[in-house]
């Protein structure tokens, strides 16, 4: 079974608009934390925003914001006022067992933004 | 940034060639990591360290060896080239003392095995 599933390989968005890219998984650690990394077209990894599988809140990081349903085991990446320069790869990853720190990916999506 | 540096960023090889690529940094971070990327894949673990000379295998570990023998250089060592194994190849690193909890990545290196 995957651990990481993104269901939405490709993704166009009207410019300024909102956009929530799908994220569930997968484990039965109760201890995991979950990652979301951008990789623009240059190809550079960027790390966005984290989840701790014990964290009361969802994470914010300016403009995105991570959408932590625990017992759906979904982690949603929401991407307010979308902008040109968010048009990338984004992927969502998962740690299980801390003290590990061995990251699973999943096979992310390609977003496009519209002007 | 993490200061990692990956040599060499692009290489053309040969079935059956041995091929070393290394991941430097420069933050002193105790656990490294090397990562194959692969349309339809994701990014997905070969090796990892928690420290010099500690090193353990990740998902995708064959045909595939690691070395480390300072803190700040991971080597990892194609035996013999195969054309399965042309791909963009990520070193990251993690500070596990830190409080941080995401790993950061090098810039990757393109690897054509022909």
């Known amino acids: 079974a995957q651990k990481i599933t993104q269901t939405q390989p490709g993704m166009f968005v009207q410019e300024k608009e909102a956009v929530t890219l799908d994220c569930t998984y997968d484990?039965?650690?109760?201890?995991?934390?979950l990652f979301w990394y951008k990789q623009p077209s240059s190809g550079e990894m960027i790390f966005l925003i984290y989840?701790?599988?014990?964290?009361?809140q969802n994470a914010t990081e300016g403009r995105y914001s991570l959408n932590f349903q625990k017992a759906r085991k979904s982690a949603n990446l929401v991407i307010s006022a979308s902008q040109l320069g968010d048009s990338a790869m984004y992927f969502c990853?998962?740690?299980?067992?801390?003290?590990?720190?061995?990251?699973?990916f999943g096979t992310g999506t390609r977003l496009t933004i519209i002007p | 940034d993490a200061g990692i540096t990956q040599s060499p960023r692009h290489k053309v090889t040969e079935t059956g060639t041995p091929v070393t690529l290394r991941c430097h940094q420069t933050?002193?971070?105790?656990?490294m990591y090397w990562y194959r990327q692969d349309p339809g894949h994701g990014l997905r673990l070969i090796h990892y360290?928690?420290?010099?000379?500690?090193?353990d295998k990740g998902e995708v570990s064959d045909g595939y060896s690691v070395s480390r023998s300072k803190t700040e250089d991971f080597l990892l060592t194609l035996e013999s080239a195969t054309s399965s194994q042309t791909s963009v190849y990520f070193c990251?690193?993690?500070?596990?003392?830190?409080?941080?909890?995401?790993?950061?990545f090098g810039p990757g290196t393109r690897l054509l095995v022909l």
């Open positions: 933050e002193n971070h105790r656990y």
């Open positions: 484990t039965s650690d109760p201890s995991y934390g």
């Open positions: 360290s928690y420290g010099v000379k500690d090193t």
């Open positions: 989840q701790g599988s014990y964290d009361q």
């Open positions: 990853a998962m740690r299980e067992r801390f003290g590990n720190e061995k990251l699973t």
């Open positions: 990251a690193t993690l500070d596990p003392l830190a409080g941080l909890e995401t790993q950061y």
